[in-house]
């Protein structure tokens, strides 16, 4: 996989809304730049968000020009490949849990619709709605979630393979090694000082709410937040190993590099303990 590209705060500024990749971004100073976090829902987005301006003092964008959780859009000036001026952090849930996480919430009938039981929610045409522009509000259709999370990841490495300043992180790294996250983060983000991987960083507690720039997030939420959201063998007991099959087959090899997930198939065989096997001959839930 390419070296992910450095943003550097140091070059000239430009109108920071429609800038080029060959262009030179803005910088307000080091410890004002912003930057862009993007990732499908339930990937660590506002947790990121929330170690980012704890930690880091660097505020964060979800939605300004587009949306979070959209497909990233074709943005143009001429020849020139845009990408709305500010570094972007993206984060990501290996697919498996993943698609565990996006079908708990679609019981809500929120961004997703409820469709069934497991076994047909990840195998059926898949819809995403934007969640706070009702009544007009965007909507996304897939061929299945799958091809969601393969179509949202590969089209930022694609803007990152361009030369964006795209940089992927992974949510279960980000909840284990959080001061290693941060540390990679701000020197993806060029500061001179990267943040010390020797700090302590403290993981909220409760969970925390959904927010984006036009509400932001009330806070904590009276759930305990809970790390075996991202375990991937928790995950796997919870989905059965027959549904997890079905999901690594629609997911696309290049997209789990681009996430940092290249030997994840291998890793799943691996984590795949007795009751993913025993949840598969149960059946579908």
Request: one cysteine or more; glycine letters at 8%; hydrophobic letters at 40%.
């Amino acid at each position: 996989m390419d070296a992910q590209p450095v943003f550097s705060p140091d070059a000239a500024a430009t109108d920071m809304s429609i800038s080029p990749i060959a262009g030179s971004r803005e910088r307000p100073g080091v410890d004002a730049v912003r930057v862009r976090i993007m990732g499908t829902p339930r990937s660590g987005t506002n947790l990121a968000k929330y170690l980012v301006e704890r930690y880091l003092k660097i505020p964060v964008v979800f939605d300004e020009g587009f949306w979070k959780h959209g497909v990233f859009p074709a943005l143009m000036n001429g020849r020139d490949i845009q990408y709305g001026g500010l570094p972007i952090v993206v984060t990501s849930k290996d697919p498996v849990t993943q698609l565990l996480s996006w079908f708990r919430l679609a019981r809500n009938d929120t961004i997703f619709e409820p469709n069934g039981n497991l076994g047909s929610f990840i195998s059926k045409p898949f819809a995403v709605r934007q969640d706070f522009t009702e009544p007009r509000r965007m909507e996304y259709r897939f061929r299945s979630p799958s091809d969601y999370w393969n179509q949202f990841y590969f089209a930022l490495d694609a803007l990152r393979r361009a030369g964006a300043p795209v940089h992927f992180v992974c949510y279960e790294q980000l909840v284990s090694s959080p001061a290693l996250s941060l540390h990679m983060i701000s020197h993806f983000l060029g500061r001179s000082l990267p943040f010390d991987v020797r700090s302590t960083v403290e993981i909220p507690r409760h969970a925390l709410d959904a927010s984006n720039d036009i509400d932001p997030a009330g806070g904590l939420t009276q759930d305990r937040f809970d790390p075996a959201r991202a375990d991937l063998a928790t995950a796997l007991a919870r989905i059965g190993w027959r549904n997890a099959s079905a999901i690594l087959r629609a997911t696309d090899d290049d997209v789990l590099s681009a996430t940092g997930r290249a030997g994840f198939r291998k890793t799943c065989r691996e984590a795949a303990g007795p009751k993913a096997m025993l949840r598969s001959l149960v059946g579908f839930w």
